[in-house]
């Protein structure tokens, strides 16, 4: 895997794997997403130069709001929040793995003992967890901090 925060870009290609590549394309950068922003529009994602659909949530209070999706030949995959560090990888509504990467390029993966794990699944969930990282706050801990931050 290849990993440019600065240009926003991630590669994800390997023996037996579908080249994937997640890129910004314009505008400036974010600080709190990894590859920079969390705008669709603002995002390419192609499957061995194919273009694929890449649409995102905004991202507020609770650990679902901050879900991506990616529909790639027809297959629906979702990236979503399940815990403070880690994200589940779901297949047309089926989880197939577990993802942690916390911003740096690099992912942890464990995958599901009950599901087909597809090569274009380890592609993809490489590429979406190292664009967007994983995990989330519980929605308990966001309020404390917007309470804790008025009192100031």
Known sequence: MEFDPVAGAVTVSG???????????????????????RAADRLALTVDGAPAALALAKGRLTRRSYWVDAVCGGVRYRL????????RLLRDGRRVGSLECDGDGRVDASWSDTAKVLPLDVSVGHALAAGFGTGAQPMWMTATEIVADLLN
């Open 80 to 87: 979503v929040p399940d815990s403070f560090a880690g994200s």
């Open 15 to 37: 023996d037996g794997l579908p080249r994937v590549e997640l890129r910004r394309t314009g505008g400036e950068a974010d600080a709190h997403t990894p590859v920079g922003t």
